[in-house]
């Protein structure tokens, strides 16, 4: 029996809950404050935004974290403010100013620099980031004052348009691949520029069909009623929604359930697809094999829990 003042036994909760993160607070800070809120058993989130960052950060909770690596590959949108004139360590506003230089003349020189950064572009690491080298994190070397190779990435940058101009800050819209370093991107625009430049603030507004506008605020979730929280959660499987669907019959549902292959449905080799029972709700995610369904990830049979309130009729499991 708990003692006065103690924290309830944690529960089950499943679902997605799409968080406006702070500016100040990093990811996993967020993530556990909400599960606090929420007093779930198991939460993960779904890529990391930095702590200088803020907006949209979709958290999993109990089966969805099984589902998370569909949101860290997803495409993402953000606003980023570029200061030109100053370049740090971190190339954010976290770090120390390291190198000053001019402010672009006007809004038109700006423009002319941005159709150079869309598309495929070969992007190096900041060397301020949670990339490893050797095992360790590239910023552990950069704080003892090491450098270390950082090979350039592939990433696409589908759209960069700027918003605003008003010197030294530039206020742009990108829509970016996975793995797109924001803050390398302001730096490099400065360099395009014969200047330098750091990323004085930075808010998601939307991923993998999410968008900011859905998300409530940390503080707001922390005040909200018991029930009200669980409201605010989103069914596991809307993390499967862009896959294919499968519909199966009982006896393929059983057979991935436990391990075993079930009938291809004519799913090509490698092609990974949402899997349904009979009645519809999706048992998780399977892979064409020679022919048959493989199992990759199945949710829970128990997923459904015993509260009444709307938010348990998801339809998973």
């Known amino acids: 029996m708990p003692g006065p003042g103690a924290r ?36 993960g989130h779904t890529g990391t935004l930095d702590p200088l960052a803020s ?33 740090t360590t971190t190339q954010d506003a976290e770090g120390e100013v390291v190198a000053t230089g001019p402010v672009p003349a006007d809004r038109a020189a700006i423009e002319a620099a941005l159709p150079a950064f869309r598309g495929a572009l070969r992007q190096v690491p900041p060397a301020y980031s949670a990339l490893k080298h050797q095992g360790r994190k590239l910023y552990d070397y950069a704080r003892a004052g090491i450098e270390v190779p950082r090979p350039p990435r592939d990433v696409h940058v589908a759209a960069l348009t700027l918003r605003d101009w008003r010197p030294p800050d530039a206020v742009v819209d990108v829509a970016c691949s996975k793995g797109t370093y924001v803050r390398a991107l302001a730096a490099d625009l400065g360099a395009a520029l014969g200047t330098v430049a750091h990323l004085a603030a930075l808010r998601r507004d939307a991923t993998g069909g999410f968008a900011l506008a859905d998300a409530v605020a940390l503080e707001a979730l922390e005040a909200m009623a018991a029930g009200d929280r669980v409201r605010r959660l989103l069914p596991a499987d809307v993390l499967l929604r862009d896959l294919p669907c499968v519909a199966l019959d009982a006896a393929a549902s ?30 998780g995610i399977a892979r064409g094999d020679a022919g048959r369904l493989v199992a990759v990830r199945m949710a829970a049979e128990t997923a459904r829990q015993d509260r009444p309130d709307a938010a348990q009729d998801m339809p998973l499991a």
């Open 8 to 43: 309830p036994p944690r529960q089950r909760v499943d679902g997605v809950l799409l968080l406006d993160k702070p500016s100040g607070v990093s990811s996993n800070a967020a993530l556990q404050r909400a599960r606090r809120a929420l007093n779930a058993e198991k939460a």
């Open 55 to 87: 907006g949209l950060l979709p958290l999993c909770f109990g089966e969805a974290t099984k589902f998370a690596r569909f949101l860290l590959d997803a495409d993402k949108r953000y606003t980023a403010t570029v200061r030109f004139g100053a370049a």
């Open 254 to 283: 059983d057979a991935l359930r436990h391990g075993r292959t079930a009938p291809g449905h004519d799913v090509a080799e490698g092609v990974v697809v949402c899997a349904r029972d009979p009645d519809g709700r999706v048992i």
